[in-house]
C-alpha cells in the first residue's frame, strides 16, 4: 500500500507573486501537493502554479480541475506539458467536466465522454504521438504535435466529479477517480 499523500488547494484569488511564498510555506509544513483551481472568474490556475514550480523541489502540484468544455485538450495537454517542464516533472492534470458553466452558457453535453476524450488526447500527445484523434466529441488532425521537448511522457491524472444526484437532488462533494504516484 502506497503512503498517503497530503495536500492543499489554492484559490485564484491572490497577486500572482504570492504563490510562491504560498508554495515554500507548503513544502516547509510537510505538503506533498499543491493545487490551484480553476474555478470561472478567477485567474487560470498555471501562472500561479509556475510561481509554485519556481519556489518549490519536491511538491507535486497541478490545477485542480481543467475542463474540456471551456479549454480544447490540446491546450491542455501543452499548458501540463509546460507546467512540468518549468517543475522538472512534478505536474500532474486534473480535469473535471468544471462547475458553474450555466453562468457563461457553455454546455457540459456527454461529460464522462468527453472527460475521456480529453485525458486520451493529453495521453497521446504527452506521448509524443502524432496520429491524431477522431472521437465523438474531440477531433485532432493525424500529423499535430507538441512542439517543444518534454520532461515526462505521461503525467498522474486526477479526474473531478462534482454533481447533484438524480435521487436526492443534493450537491456531491468533488473526489477524485484516479491519480497515479507522481
Not at 508554495?23 to 487560470?44: I, K, N, P, T
Amino acid at each position: 500500500m502506497r503512503p498517503a499523500r497530503f495536500g492543499i488547494g489554492l484559490r485564484g484569488d491572490r497577486r500572482v507573486s504570492e504563490y510562491g511564498r504560498l508554495g515554500r510555506l507548503a513544502e516547509e509544513l510537510g505538503f506533498d501537493v499543491v493545487s490551484v483551481f480553476a474555478d470561472l472568474g478567477y485567474q487560470s490556475p498555471i501562472q500561479p502554479l509556475l510561481e509554485v514550480a519556481a519556489a518549490t523541489h519536491r511538491l507535486a502540484l497541478g490545477p485542480a480541475c481543467l475542463n474540456p468544455f471551456t479549454t480544447h485538450p490540446v491546450e491542455i495537454a501543452a499548458q501540463i506539458a509546460g507546467l512540468d517542464v518549468a517543475s522538472n516533472g512534478r505536474a500532474y492534470l486534473g480535469i473535471a467536466k468544471g462547475a458553474w458553466m450555466s453562468s457563461i452558457g457553455v454546455p457540459q453535453r456527454r461529460p464522462v465522454r468527453a472527460i475521456r476524450e480529453a485525458a486520451e488526447i493529453v495521453r497521446s500527445l504527452l506521448a509524443g504521438e502524432n496520429a491524431g484523434f477522431r472521437g465523438e466529441i474531440f477531433t485532432v488532425a493525424p500529423g499535430f504535435r507538441l512542439e517543444f521537448d518534454l520532461v515526462r511522457k505521461q503525467v498522474p491524472l486526477m479526474v473531478g466529479t462534482w454533481a447533484t444526484t438524480a435521487r436526492s437532488r443534493r450537491s456531491v462533494a468533488p473526489s477524485t477517480m484516479a491519480c497515479p504516484p507522481a
